[in-house]
């Protein structure tokens, strides 16, 4: 337990393949678009020769590959891989520039980027794509992608270099947003690029461009129905709605919003945003009871150990994990730890039972967005069950569990 103390006072092929749906519509495809900021390098580049023979480059995360085929090139060309700040409205991380540029193949090479669950927040599988910036800075949506959710992959071929971009065409905002109990925010579902679709992405050859900072609000025929599951009040209309919280802080936290799109009466997906309703601080409930907020709070980091403390009077509480800045945590003996004492004679921790057992329940630490806050940190935990020790009456200690539920948004310092 000192130890506790000590630590929080301190500082195969896929089997799921799908197909990307285009509604039946007859529209031409756009080729005209917003031109954008060519991307500045955010890394360190890579390269390495590739013949006739071909060969494979990917990037030092692993998160975007091209294999080139035998026959694509003629004799040996240095590939290179840059990773850039992405400036395609619709991006989903970084972008990546392959170089030479404007290198061309005379067989198909195959670009595939690996998506992960935060890549998908606020928008589905079907509407993932990759995009390329063309001479006139206009970023362009490639046809006939290869959707594989069980590897979670999205592939397209193509027979040119460019800057590329991972890009999701069709998505609610915010995917996830953070308010104050008692707060309104407003949710819309946008399309990306110029077309009269829930996706761009057509048969081989075609292409779609992005259309602007902010979209287009998609057509409302597409648009079946709106959901709100937890407390609070939800307004939706066609293509928009509005999410009212309840006054004080929900026990389901955080809440989501969801939106139903469908072709001719078919399902195609669900769109959901997920609003956390939690003031700044750390608040605690103990056994499903009243909320009690610690405002006097703040997360640092010294190297992958990461510190959450929260202060206020005589009241602390407070989570320790190890790895990522963001992620899932299960509770361990001393590298993940939750602690919470509302006063001097009463504890709750993560660590129950006279063997010492670890206590069900995670934590959840979110990746900081524009949504949250980029100095924001926010994230639930729960602890079942966790120890209660209470010294009130020294002669007469309590020594039980109690059922524990947090969440959190302080700031990174």
């Not at 925010?185 to 992405?201: E, I, Q």
């Not at 609070?232 to 929900?250: D, F, H």
């Amino acid at each position: 337990m000192a130890l506790l103390t000590s630590a929080f006072s301190s500082c195969k092929p896929d089997e799921n393949p799908i197909t990307p749906v285009t509604p039946p519509d007859t529209a031409p495809i756009e080729q005209t678009g917003t031109a954008t900021e060519v991307g500045q390098p955010s890394g360190a580049a890579i390269s390495q020769i590739i013949g006739a023979g071909g060969g494979t480059i990917q990037s030092a995360d692993g998160r975007f590959k091209v294999q080139i085929p035998a026959g694509a090139l003629a004799s040996d060309v240095t590939i290179g891989l840059q990773p850039l700040n992405n400036t395609n409205f619709a991006g989903k991380g970084e972008a990546y520039r392959l170089t030479p540029h404007g290198q061309q193949f005379t067989k198909p090479i195959t670009m595939t980027v690996q998506y992960t669950a935060d890549d998908l927040e606020g928008t589905l599988p079907e509407a993932l794509g990759i995009a390329y910036q063309n001479d006139n800075r206009v970023w362009m949506a490639v046809g006939d992608s290869k959707i594989a959710t069980t590897n979670r992959t999205v592939s397209i071929q193509t027979n040119h270099f460019s800057d590329w971009s991972f890009v999701a065409f069709l998505q609610l905002e915010p995917g996830i947003k953070v308010i104050d109990p008692g707060e309104k925010v407003t949710l819309v579902v946008r399309n990306y690029f110029k077309k009269d679709a829930l996706s761009p992405l057509t048969p081989e050859g075609k292409e779609a461009a992005l259309v602007n900072e902010t979209g287009l609000l998609l057509n409302p025929k597409y648009i079946d129905q709106w959901q709100l599951i937890g407390e609070g009040n939800l307004q939706a209309e066609k293509n928009t709605a509005q999410y009212q919280a309840p006054g004080r802080i929900p026990n389901k936290n955080p809440i989501e919003v969801s939106v139903r799109v469908n072709i001719n009466g078919k399902e195609i997906g669900i769109l959901i945003s997920r609003i956390y309703v939690a003031p700044m601080g750390v608040s605690i409930q103990i056994n499903g009871g009243e909320w009690r907020t610690i405002s006097g709070a703040g997360m640092n980091s010294q190297g992958d150990r990461h510190i959450i403390n929260s202060m206020s009077g005589g009241e602390t509480a407070g989570v320790l994990w190890q790895g990522k800045p963001a992620g899932n945590f299960n509770w361990t003996l001393e590298t993940n730890a939750f602690h919470y004492k509302p006063n001097e004679r009463v504890q709750y921790t993560h660590v129950y039972g006279m063997q010492a057992s670890i206590s069900g329940g995670s934590l959840t630490v979110e990746p900081r967005s524009e949504y949250l806050g980029r100095d924001i940190v926010v994230g639930h935990f729960e602890v079942q069950p966790a120890s209660y020790l209470d010294f009130t009456v020294p002669q007469n200690p309590i020594y039980t569990t109690a059922s524990v539920r947090g969440v959190f948004r302080v700031k990174h310092i």
